[in-house]
């Protein structure tokens, strides 16, 4: 693991926290004051927002050592399939 990769990590941890907290006091605070179909849309879309973000940042986290690893292996060797 290489320094980028620990400072992506840790930005990526950060983010889904501060998502997280966002999150707890928007329902403490406003989520009773919401109708029942707009607070069903939030919901959905805020679920996929705090589950996406951190598996989208780990997708791009292993595309970027994957291209890598295929760079240190040489133009020689095929990676296996």
């Not at 919401?34 to 805020?46: D, E, N, R, S, W």
């Amino acid at each position: 693991m290489r320094r980028d990769d620990i400072l992506a990590l840790l930005v990526s941890l950060g983010i889904t926290g501060l998502l997280l907290w966002g999150l707890v006091y928007f329902v403490t605070e406003w989520w009773g004051r919401l109708p029942k179909g707009v607070a069903l849309i939030l919901f959905i879309l805020l679920a996929v927002m705090v589950i996406g973000y951190p598996i989208y940042a780990l997708a791009r986290w292993s595309d970027r050592y994957l291209a890598r690893v295929r760079e240190a292996r040489g133009p020689d060797r095929k990676t296996p399939d």
